[in-house]
């Protein structure tokens, strides 16, 4: 079994920065990318970043120059620094892995942007 524990969310301003941290333990085989999805009220779950094993990144058109992904593979972990974050970012944010046998999801964390 795998478990993702996701950290870093909270109330902050518009402008402000927050980092987000997803560290994956458990039955852990090979990552094939890790990144972060967001859900707000009454949306759909969407992409925000992801980064592959080959340290290719991809990001939603909406954080593009205003986030960066980045993994530390020797603590299987990866972390979405969010910059000049905007109330239309509020939301619960994912980590999801995909792996050899499998592709899980963390529990979620809160961010909340107040204008």
């Known amino acids: 079994q795998v478990r993702l524990v996701e950290s870093g969310g909270g109330l902050v301003q518009a402008g402000g920065s927050l980092r987000l941290s997803c560290v994956a333990s458990g039955s852990i085989f090979e990552i094939y990318a890790m990144g972060w999805y967001r859900q707000a009220p009454g949306k759909q779950r969407e992409l925000v970043a992801t980064t592959t094993s080959g340290s290719s990144t991809r990001y939603a058109d909406s954080v593009k120059g205003r986030s960066t992904i980045s993994r530390d593979n020797a603590k299987n972990a990866v972390y979405l620094q969010m910059n000049s974050l905007k109330p239309e970012d509020t939301a619960v944010y994912y980590c999801?892995?995909?792996?050899?046998?499998?592709?899980?999801w963390g529990q979620g964390t809160q961010v909340t942007v107040s204008s």
């Open positions: 999801h892995t995909v792996m050899a046998d499998d592709d899980y």
